[in-house]
Nanobody, 121 residues
Framework: EVQLVESGGGLVQPGGSLRLSCSAS????????MSWVRQAPGKGLEWVSS????????TYAGSVKGRFTISRDNAKSTLYLQMDMLKPEDTAVYYC??????????????WGQGTQFTVSS
Protein backbone atom coordinates (compact mmCIF):
# COMPACT_ATOMS: atom_id res chain seq x y z
CA GLU A 1 0.00 0.00 0.00
CA VAL A 2 1.34 3.39 -1.00
CA GLN A 3 1.76 5.72 1.96
CA LEU A 4 2.94 9.32 2.01
CA VAL A 5 3.31 10.92 5.43
CA GLU A 6 4.13 14.62 5.68
CA SER A 7 5.66 16.27 8.71
CA GLY A 8 7.25 19.55 9.72
CA GLY A 9 4.31 21.91 9.98
CA GLY A 10 3.83 24.54 12.66
CA LEU A 11 3.96 28.29 13.20
CA VAL A 12 6.66 30.42 11.60
CA GLN A 13 7.25 34.17 11.56
CA PRO A 14 7.37 36.04 8.27
CA GLY A 15 10.82 35.85 6.79
CA GLY A 16 11.51 32.61 8.59
CA SER A 17 12.35 29.16 7.30
CA LEU A 18 10.87 25.72 7.61
CA ARG A 19 11.53 22.31 6.13
CA LEU A 20 8.77 19.88 5.34
CA SER A 21 9.39 16.16 4.97
CA CYS A 22 7.38 13.43 3.28
CA SER A 23 8.17 9.86 4.18
CA ALA A 24 7.18 7.41 1.46
CA SER A 25 6.53 3.68 1.67
CA UNK A 26 4.82 0.92 -0.28
CA UNK A 27 6.58 1.63 -3.57
CA UNK A 28 10.08 2.08 -5.01
CA UNK A 29 10.46 5.76 -4.24
CA UNK A 30 13.45 6.32 -6.54
CA UNK A 31 11.39 5.36 -9.61
CA UNK A 32 8.78 8.10 -9.28
CA UNK A 33 8.61 11.83 -9.76
CA MET A 34 7.19 13.62 -6.73
CA SER A 35 5.55 16.93 -5.98
CA TRP A 36 4.35 19.33 -3.33
CA VAL A 37 0.89 20.87 -3.58
CA ARG A 38 -0.71 23.30 -1.14
CA GLN A 39 -4.13 24.55 -0.23
CA ALA A 40 -4.48 27.89 1.48
CA PRO A 41 -7.48 28.54 3.75
CA GLY A 42 -10.60 28.99 1.65
CA LYS A 43 -8.76 28.44 -1.64
CA GLY A 44 -8.23 25.65 -4.12
CA LEU A 45 -5.24 23.41 -4.59
CA GLU A 46 -2.06 25.07 -5.86
CA TRP A 47 0.85 23.13 -7.29
CA VAL A 48 4.09 24.22 -5.64
CA SER A 49 6.99 22.19 -7.00
CA SER A 50 7.94 18.91 -8.62
CA UNK A 51 11.10 16.84 -8.77
CA UNK A 52 12.11 14.10 -11.13
CA UNK A 53 13.68 10.80 -10.14
CA UNK A 54 16.96 12.65 -10.16
CA UNK A 55 17.30 15.54 -7.74
CA UNK A 56 18.78 17.64 -10.53
CA UNK A 57 15.44 17.96 -12.33
CA UNK A 58 13.10 20.34 -10.53
CA THR A 59 10.42 22.88 -11.32
CA TYR A 60 8.64 25.52 -9.24
CA ALA A 61 5.56 27.68 -9.25
CA GLY A 62 6.34 31.33 -9.82
CA SER A 63 5.00 32.23 -6.38
CA VAL A 64 7.71 30.20 -4.62
CA LYS A 65 10.60 30.19 -7.08
CA GLY A 66 13.78 31.43 -5.47
CA ARG A 67 12.39 30.87 -1.95
CA PHE A 68 11.54 27.15 -1.87
CA THR A 69 13.79 24.20 -2.68
CA ILE A 70 12.50 20.72 -3.35
CA SER A 71 14.82 17.76 -2.85
CA ARG A 72 14.74 14.06 -2.28
CA ASP A 73 16.76 11.38 -0.56
CA ASN A 74 16.09 8.18 -2.46
CA ALA A 75 18.03 6.11 0.07
CA LYS A 76 15.63 7.27 2.80
CA SER A 77 12.52 7.36 0.57
CA THR A 78 11.93 10.90 1.71
CA LEU A 79 10.89 14.06 -0.09
CA TYR A 80 11.71 17.49 1.31
CA LEU A 81 10.61 21.07 0.81
CA GLN A 82 12.92 23.72 2.22
CA MET A 83 11.02 26.97 2.53
CA ASP A 84 12.85 30.25 3.12
CA MET A 85 11.75 33.90 3.21
CA LEU A 86 8.28 32.77 4.19
CA LYS A 87 5.32 35.06 3.66
CA PRO A 88 1.87 35.02 5.27
CA GLU A 89 0.45 33.95 1.91
CA ASP A 90 2.44 30.73 2.19
CA THR A 91 0.11 29.66 4.99
CA ALA A 92 -1.56 26.46 3.82
CA VAL A 93 -1.89 22.74 4.17
CA TYR A 94 0.97 21.21 2.21
CA TYR A 95 0.51 17.87 0.53
CA CYS A 96 3.09 15.46 -0.80
CA UNK A 97 2.00 13.80 -4.04
CA UNK A 98 3.31 10.94 -6.14
CA UNK A 99 3.20 10.80 -9.91
CA UNK A 100 2.35 7.51 -11.65
CA UNK A 101 5.85 7.25 -13.11
CA UNK A 102 9.22 8.97 -13.53
CA UNK A 103 7.81 12.00 -15.33
CA UNK A 104 5.43 14.70 -14.16
CA UNK A 105 3.21 14.85 -17.23
CA UNK A 106 0.39 12.83 -15.67
CA UNK A 107 -2.14 13.33 -12.88
CA UNK A 108 -1.04 12.43 -9.37
CA UNK A 109 -1.38 8.79 -8.38
CA UNK A 110 -1.32 9.23 -4.61
CA TRP A 111 -1.46 11.95 -1.95
CA GLY A 112 -0.41 12.31 1.64
CA GLN A 113 -2.72 13.52 4.38
CA GLY A 114 -1.11 16.96 4.48
CA THR A 115 0.72 19.05 7.05
CA GLN A 116 -0.39 22.52 8.11
CA PHE A 117 1.78 25.49 8.80
CA THR A 118 1.04 29.10 9.43
CA VAL A 119 3.20 32.12 8.70
CA SER A 120 2.30 34.83 11.17
CA SER A 121 3.89 37.29 13.54
Amino acid sequence: EVQLVESGGGLVQPGGSLRLSCSASGFTFSNYAMSWVRQAPGKGLEWVSSIGVSSTVTTYAGSVKGRFTISRDNAKSTLYLQMDMLKPEDTAVYYCAKYPGPSWYSPFAAWGQGTQFTVSS
